[in-house]
């Protein structure tokens, strides 16, 4: 069976909402949203006394009802602690399908990752992407026999495991929309360029990609790891396997493309008409070729360091006149 394995925090929720940051969290969601629709995308979660919030993103409800209606199953995969994974899952799992029996299952990186202290873990589990922790899909997720059709979406790529780096969706963001974005958008609302309003957005992103994946396996007959290969990497011109850069970097998805949020948003409103950008589409996110400024100019920082090249930069980031 095709499977999808989702991370959680920064993925299909934001990461932990401290209670000062959360009173004007709410507020915003009741602004756009209304009440209702506030208390389904907020989870508080109770530990030892304390309560912690998490909020789903814009379309993760409708994402997860999608992948369901293409008969693919659903796991979560997390690095927080074992209660909150469970106890998270279970809430999401329920405000999606309500009483509807969909099976998951929920894997967590204490409990099922390789961790650094093993023998010889950097020459077993270290490929392209460094990093002391790897959510394991082989002999953990699935048998190696269902590995191809298996995919890790997630948005730190660093946890994907030597070797199941053509099973990893990713799209890197760094979830601070709720700390940061909202509060800025109140004091400046004619603001059209802040990125972490795009960032906000993201599961619209992974809508529309992992609808082009499918696609692609299913018109082509290939396996879902073939497929994302082909539209995050070949489609767009990078080579896979990699080729590493001299600094150790390694090519990236161009997760800010706008075909794929457009793509992504007309999918989930089947299942939410009402869904669609916070604030509407920010004139500043994408230039005329569907790709976000900014990774444009870290991409040329990227080539200038190849090339031993000293860029200069004024302080919004934009290369000089020049330089």
């Known amino acids: ?24 969290a709410r ?12 208390e389904r995308m907020i989870f508080p979660w109770e530990f030892h006394g304390h309560t912690f919030y998490f909020i789903a993103y ?5 994402l997860l009802k999608w992948v369901h209606s293409q008969n693919i199953a659903i796991d979560f995969f997390s690095g927080a602690i074992v209660e909150r994974n469970v106890d998270l ?13 969909v099976p998951y299952r929920v894997f967590t990186t204490s409990l099922h990752s390789p961790t650094e202290d093993l023998p010889n873990y950097s020459d077993l589990y270290v490929g392209y992407f460094k990093g002391p922790q790897k959510k394991k899909l082989e002999d953990v997720v699935v048998p190696p026999d269902q590995m191809a059709d298996c995919l890790l979406i997630e948005d730190d790529p660093s946890f994907s495991a030597k070797g199941e780096e053509g099973n990893l969706v990713y799209a890197y963001f760094l979830g601070s929309e709720h700390k940061q974005y909202f509060e800025r958008k109140r004091r400046h609302p004619e603001a059209k360029d802040d990125y972490e309003g795009l960032e906000l957005h993201h599961i619209f992103y992974y809508a529309g990609l992992l609808q082009r994946i499918v696609e692609l396996a299913d018109t082509e007959k290939m396996s879902l790891r073939d497929a994302a290969i082909r539209a995050q990497y070949l489609d767009e011109g990078i080579d896979f396997p990699f080729k590493v850069a001299s600094n150790g970097s390694v090519p990236r998805p161009y997760f800010e493309n706008a075909r794929y949020y457009y793509k992504g948003l007309e999918l989930l409103r089947r299942y939410n008409p009402d869904l669609d950008f916070w604030y509407g589409v920010e004139e500043g996110w994408w230039d005329d070729l569907g790709r976000n400024p900014r990774r444009m100019n870290e991409e040329a920082i990227e080539r200038c360091l190849l090339q031993k090249i000293q860029p200069s930069f004024d302080a919004e980031g934009d290369r000089k006149e020049g330089a």
């Open 58 to 62: 814009p379309g993760t409800f409708e």
């Open 27 to 38: 507020e915003f969601i009741c602004e756009r949203w209304g009440e209702a629709q506030a």
């Open 89 to 101: 899952a279970r809430m999401l799992m329920h405000r999606v399908f309500g009483d509807e029996p």
């Open 1 to 24: 069976m095709r499977r999808f394995v989702f991370d959680f925090d920064c993925t299909l929720e934001n990461p932990y909402i401290s209670p000062r940051l959360y009173k004007a």
